[in-house]
């Protein structure tokens, strides 16, 4: 009954695989705009006056929180109309995969770009002197918060313009599409994580101008951590892509690539909001209190380096399950 | 492409081992974070007491680490042992 030819099968994985990638890809936008769109509103509520400025950085914040979910368009558009080499079944793994990657990926950022957007307008109207300062960090901030999406794009373009017509399609497949996984699926925590601190950076920012400086330091700080786990996921990802697995029609090994990725990628989204509320407190208490900047931090650095552990032991496991296994 | 018993059995102990982990690990993440994040408004609001917050902090982030370790404990029985 499944008894298709291959170019049919690259066909249906295409299709699926933009399909998924546009709709998975659009959740995180859509959710961050509203947010940022609220608290303009709620901005421009306690001061119409202002409401000129507010719209701008509301459509700016908006804009870079639409960017993950253009990238997912672009994975979605180029699916659905490039044209596939056929030699092997492989390449509708690969297809899939590349949109999973892009679609799951797509979430994090977008929701995290809402919320520095949402205080940049709250920011506005709470102190209008500093509306470029509070700009700049909304733009670092945000920006900092598309990382992870970036990495699931390289991730798809590497899956949907690599030739890997001379790998075995078993186990590879199972390899492919847990590299999806990791890449995707380790990008949720990461970006949403990143949005929470520059959120507070943005606040911290309009309370207390005169601490910019340092908040942005924390901030970035803070971030950084933040964006580890995604870079576990990325790592296992391209593990999974390039390495080479010997030939075999057994399920188990097939099983054991495909759980790395899953294990790697669902395990980074905890530590990723975990971290990311850490550092979002820490940025708002450097802003009351700036020169208490070297207590907080340190807190900060080790609550977060703890609060790593689980991303650490998914990274393990993967491992284990790639190499040992 | 046939299928033995023994290699479903070992597919699905690998798979589970990953979603074991994967999914063990959302919540330490997260409850550790919200942890930390207090602690950095405590020591915020009272800079005297940072020792003992940071204390309290990592006493408490231990013990919420826990189910994550029972999830690498069984991701590594379902790896070697079982």
Known sequence: MIDFDIQTWIKVAAFSGGGLAMGLGAIGAAVGEGYTAAQANAAISRNPKLAGDVFKTMLMGQAIAESASIFALVVAMLLLFSKFPAQSYLTAWVLLSAGLSMGFGAIGAGIGAGFPAGAACTGMIRQPAASNRLMTNMLIGSAVCQTPAIFALVTAFILLFSNFSGRPVSPTWAAMLGAGLAAGLGAIGSGIGSGLVAESGCEGTARQPQSAPTILNVMLLGQAVTQTTAIYGLLISFILIFKDAPATDALAPAMALISAGICMGIGAIGPGVGEGFTARSAVSWVARSPDMVAEITRVMLVGQAVAESTGIYSLVIALVLIFVI | ?82
């Open chain 2, 1 to 82: 492409m046939a299928i033995e018993g023994a290699d479903l059995v070992k597919a699905a102990a690998y798979l589970g081992a990953g979603i074991s982990m994967g999914l063990g690990a959302i919540g330490p993440g997260v409850g550790e974070g919200m942890a930390a994040a207090k602690a950095c408004e405590a020591i915020g609001k009272n800079p005297k007491e940072a020792g003992l917050l940071t204390r309290t902090m990592l006493v408490g982030q231990a013990v919420s680490e826990s189910t994550g370790i029972y999830s690498l404990v069984i991701a590594l029985l379902l790896l070697f042992v079982v």
